[in-house]
């Protein structure tokens, strides 16, 4: 076998319980005004994180300016008006504060507060205009607030076009934060259905990134631990929020999972979910992912099951013995495990207002917007094959 690989992870992270007082006295924040990125819910106001946040960039002597309104799942035109916000008050950096969906939205704005043009210009994918932006971005820093999406350590950011129903990932080296903050603690207040729904999002990247073709071996050993830690910690998370250690456990398994997503790449699981959430955009990205797991990762270990033992094994199944096609089967298992021990088991695809008639336009969507992740998937899946998937997903 011949062994080669590439291997680019270039953001600063600051890791654990307490960390946040960091921000007052680290050296490596990249300006000196912050345009600070929030969410439209208020959770980073009611919590009182961003009053904190602003106070220790004082302290480090920064200014700061605030964007808020991202919707959960971030669309073009928060962009374009957060953009803009970061001219008119003169920021020369980017903080992302809150869930994926702040982090990715204080990306995207860090790419068009310097370039021209509409965000979809340069969207590579769907009806985007796959232009490379030619002007650097405002430097970033993220600071999450859920363990899911790892996009402290990624250079993604997944934003909608609401009139063309287009949800795609997108990245170019200048969207790795230059610095990111993790601190467990910040996820102590997350409710139990969002912590479930974060965890199986992080669990996923885990898996997508261990089965993608473009997997290797640093990607491997951080995939596997991180699905062997959310396996164990998320269903004591969900159950126990203040439980510290397996909250900090999940913060790390999370990043540990985003930093897969930069080693290696999700795969066309994330291109059939992005589909649903497009056209229902109340889909919280974790629960679609959820909702569509058990019939896509079925549908894989039937035709490819080679690398299933050793999550299976990461999950705590002993495959001693076993084929290959039992061990696949075993991970199967542990995955319904999961859903059920983490509350989630119970939901359908109709809870959301998906229903079987849609299937044909969510899988030429998740073709059509997302493709290139399907050639990253280990099997060759056909617009058929993707529709026979959601088909599954509603048995
Ligand atoms: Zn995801």
Not at 328 to 341: E, V, W
Request: aromatic share 8%; charged share 20%.
């Amino acid at each position: 076998m011949n062994l080669a690989f590439t291997y680019y992870m270039p953001t600063r992270l600051i890791f654990g319980a307490g960390t946040l007082k960091e921000l007052a006295k680290t050296p490596f924040l990249p300006g000196q005004k912050a345009l600070i990125v929030i969410g439209a819910a208020g959770a980073m106001r009611t919590h009182g994180y961003l009053d904190r946040v602003v106070a220790l960039l004082a302290d480090n002597k920064v200014e700061s300016a605030v964007f808020e309104g991202v919707l959960a799942n971030p669309v073009e035109e928060n962009v374009m008006h957060g953009a803009a916000a970061a001219r008119d008050s003169g920021c020369d950096f980017v903080l992302g504060l809150g869930g994926g969906s702040s982090i990715d939205a204080a990306k995207s704005i860090a790419v068009m507060a310097t370039n021209p043009g509409t965000y979809w210009d340069y969207m590579s994918g769907g009806t985007g205009g796959g232009k490379m932006p030619p002007n650097r971005a405002l430097p970033l820093v993220a600071i999450p607030t859920t363990a899911g999406t790892g996009t402290e350590v990624d250079p993604w950011t997944v934003i909608t076009k609401t009139s063309t129903n287009e949800k795609i990932g997108w990245g170019i080296p200048d969207t790795f934060p230059k610095l990111s903050i993790v601190d467990p603690e910040l996820m102590l207040s997350v409710p139990p259905r969002m912590t479930a729904y974060t965890g199986i999002d992080a669990f996923c990247h885990a898996v997508e990134c261990y089965l993608a073709t473009v997997n290797q071996p640093a990607s491997d050993s951080h995939a596997l631990e991180a699905i062997a830690l959310i396996t164990r910690y998320l269903p004591v998370a969900v159950k126990d929020g203040k439980n510290m250690e397996a909250r900090s456990k999940l913060a790390w398994a999370s990043t540990e999972a985003g930093i897969c997503e930069s080693l290696s790449c999700c795969i066309s699981h994330h291109s059939m979910e992005h589909a649903i959430s497009a056209y229902f955009p109340e889909t919280p990205h974790g629960a679609g992912l959820a909702l569509l797991s058990v019939a896509y990762f079925s549908f894989l270990a039937e035709r490819c099951p080679e690398r299933f033992g050793a999550m299976a094994r990461a999950m705590g199944a002993d495959t001693a013995g076993m084929h290959q096609r039992e061990q696949a089967s075993a991970f199967i298992a542990c995955l319904r495990k999961l859903l059920s021990d983490s509350g989630i088991a119970g939901e359908k695809l109709s809870d959301y207002g998906v229903t079987r008639a849609d299937i044909p336009r969510l899988a030429r969507n998740s073709h059509h917007a997302m493709g290139f992740l399907y050639d990253l998937t280990p099997v060759a899946l056909s617009e058929q094959d993707t529709a026979e998937i959601f088909e599954r997903a509603f048995a």
